[in-house]
């Protein structure tokens, strides 16, 4: 069985800062692994995946994740908050059978002027 | 480009009521997915269909049941709502056949409570 883990359900960042979220998931198998945002009473929006290949993942809005796989970690990066990342960010991992995504409890980022 | 479209958004229900939720995709995807949202717990999956004419129950089936009416439409039914089953519920669909890396596309969510 596969589960993520996000370690953090809030964090609080200073505009310009350096976000962090950390991802670590648990797979059997290699995984597939995503990272989605939410805003305010919206759905998920893909912010970027890992499949194979490049290790270094860039994805919209200026994040970017990295997949270590001795680590099981999939962290997700900004160099620099903007108020308009203030969301709620789920990690979220598939193998290769079915396509069912299991999801990160989610860590809501609140982002301070 | 309306992408997928969960009707209604908000619902208040009493317990013991049925209620279907509606959900609709134009990307000509051939998977649907039904998941509930509570707050720290994430998304969990309650059922899902891989393709037209089939569909399998995920982590959280239990209380639900669902239909794949054609390639488009994918609906979810409370047959007799709990207030345990108060929660934000997404709909969402991608292309399977292509491949396990494919993301899901999310509607905006309906917002029921069961009183």
């Known amino acids: 069985a596969q589960s993520v883990t996000q370690l953090g359900s809030h964090v609080s960042v200073s505009e310009g800062a350096l976000v962090l979220l950390r991802c670590n998931y648990s797979s059997s198998v290699p995984p597939y692994l995503f990272w989605y945002v939410q805003y305010p009473n919206q759905g998920l929006q893909l912010l970027l995946k890992y499949t194979t290949g490049a290790t270094l993942v860039k994805g919209i809005n200026g994040f970017e994740a990295e997949f270590k796989k001795s680590e099981t970690s999939f962290h997700l990066t900004k160099p620099s908050a903007h108020m308009s990342d203030a969301a709620e960010y789920f990690c979220?991992?598939?193998?290769?059978?079915?396509?069912?995504?299991?999801f990160g409890g989610g860590t809501r980022v609140l982002v301070k002027p | 480009n309306a992408g997928v479209t969960q009707t209604p958004k908000f619902q208040v229900l009493k317990t013991g009521q049925s209620m279907t939720l509606q959900c609709a995709q134009d990307?000509?995807?051939?998977?649907m997915y039904w998941y509930r949202q509570d707050p720290g717990m994430g998304l969990r999956l309650i059922y899902y269909?891989?393709?037209?004419?089939?569909?399998d129950k995920g982590e959280v089936p239990n209380g639900y049941n669902v239909s794949r009416l054609n390639k488009r439409e994918f609906s979810l039914r409370l047959e007799s709502a709990a207030p345990s089953q108060t929660s934000v519920y997404f709909c969402a669909s991608n292309l399977l056949l292509t491949g396990p890396n494919q993301p899901q596309h999310f509607g905006d969510g309906t917002r029921l409570s069961i009183l």
């Open positions: 269909s891989a393709s037209e004419g089939t569909t």
């Open positions: 979220a991992v598939t193998q290769a059978a079915g396509n069912k995504l299991t």
């Open positions: 990307m000509n995807h051939n998977s």
